[in-house]
């Protein structure tokens, strides 16, 4: 299974952007995929994430403002980011894993299938 990320770049404050992470050698279905992002300095940190395809949840600190959603037919997963702030500057990551379970979804040991990042520059 291999996941691949796109649509990072530089977008002013209260600007927004898409990203995309196509999974191929595996079908969407019960997969579960998750956006993580990485701020320089920083430790990496869950974002938001579908679970198993029928559930989605957000950090904190995105709800509202970002939304994920998975298309079928094109294996591929997006983050639709609105409102962007500057703390929002980081590296994003999608992974993926069949065998997530609901209390640990959060956690990045939890997956085992990543993407190679893409990074968003949110300016001022």
């Known amino acids: 299974v291999q996941l691949q990320a796109s649509g990072g770049g530089l977008v002013q404050a209260g600007g927004s952007l898409s990203l995309s992470c196509e999974v191929s050698g595996r079908t969407l279905s019960g997969y579960t995929v998750a956006w993580f992002r990485q701020a320089l300095g920083e430790e990496r940190e869950f974002v938001a994430s579908t679970f198993r395809g029928t559930n989605t949840f957000y950090a904190d600190p995105v709800k509202g403002r970002f939304a994920i959603s998975r298309e079928s037919a094109k294996n591929t997963v997006y983050l639709r980011m609105n409102s962007l702030k500057p703390e929002d500057t980081a590296v994003y990551y999608c992974?993926?894993?069949?065998?997530?379970?609901?209390?640990?979804?959060?956690?990045?040991?939890?997956?085992?299938?990543w993407g190679q990042g893409t990074k968003v520059t949110v300016s001022s």
């Open positions: 992974a993926g894993s069949s065998r997530v379970i609901l209390s640990t979804h959060r956690s990045q040991l939890s997956y085992n299938n």
